[in-house]
């Protein structure tokens, strides 16, 4: 079956510092990884995807994330945090089917909370 | 571009009620998806549904029906709700064109406290 953790529950990073939130992946077949972000009383919003190719994604707001098949991780980065990059991070696995194919159902992480200290 | 939207955004309810969630979504996207976000258990999959009058269940379906008699809308019915169900609960859609490409983007959610 497939999963994701983030084995951090809370990360913290004064401003200006670079960030990473950390996720590790399993998966019976190729492994397509979501990050998504909460802001307080809002839903996720979207940040990136990787489906295949550069194991360097960038996304949205200057984040990006790195794919490592050997380390099975999904790590999500960002060179410098701003207080306003406080949240909650979700990082996110397709599910499979029983033939080992992909389906359009995501399997979320338990999240991450960033809190960006000024 | 309204985009998806869900109502009510707060909801309160008792034991035993039946509460609808509804979700509006105007990108004419073929799937739609209900989850719940609980503390320590991220946001797990109830119901989803791959166009109008094809559903199917998730992760934790249980105390939990949803209808899509139109592309559009995605109801979500408690048909007796319990305490162990106050959640936040959030819809999603995607396009559904291309199983590894296609993105989930969701609403706003409906936070439900169940007394």
């Known amino acids: 079956a497939q999963s994701v953790a983030q084995p951090e529950d809370q990360v913290n990073v004064a401003e200006g510092n670079p960030l990473t939130v950390k996720c590790t992946y399993s998966v019976s077949g190729n492994p397509y990884l979501f990050w998504y972000v909460q802001y307080p009383n809002r839903g996720l919003q979207f940040l990136l995807k990787?489906?295949?190719?550069?194991?360097l994604v960038k996304g949205s707001y200057g984040f990006e994330a790195e794919f490592n098949k050997s380390q099975t991780s999904f790590h999500l980065k960002k060179p410098s945090a701003l207080v306003s990059d406080s949240a909650l991070y979700f990082c996110?696995?397709?599910?499979?089917?029983?033939?080992?194919?992909?389906?359009?159902?995501?399997?979320f992480g338990t999240g991450t909370l960033l809190a960006v200290q000024p | 571009d309204a985009g998806i939207t869900q109502s009510p955004r707060y909801k309160i309810t008792e034991t035993g009620r039946q509460v609808t969630l509804m979700c509006h979504q105007t990108w004419s996207h073929s799937y739609m998806f209900w989850y719940r976000q609980d503390l320590g258990h991220g946001l797990r999959l109830i119901y989803y549904?791959?166009?109008?009058?094809?559903?199917d269940k998730g992760e934790v379906p249980d105390g939990y029906v949803v209808s899509r008699s139109k592309t559009e809308n995605f109801p979500l019915t408690l048909e007796s709700a319990t305490r162990s169900q106050t959640s936040v609960y959030f819809c999603?859609?995607?396009?559904?064109?291309?199983?590894?490409?296609?993105?989930?983007?969701f609403g706003p959610g409906t936070r439900l406290t169940v007394l």
């Open positions: 549904s791959a166009a109008a009058d094809i559903t």
């Open positions: 990787y489906i295949t190719g550069d194991n």
């Open positions: 996110a696995v397709r599910d499979g089917d029983y033939y080992g194919g992909a389906t359009n159902k995501l399997i």
């Open positions: 999603a859609s995607s396009e559904g064109l291309a199983v590894p490409m296609d993105t989930q983007y």
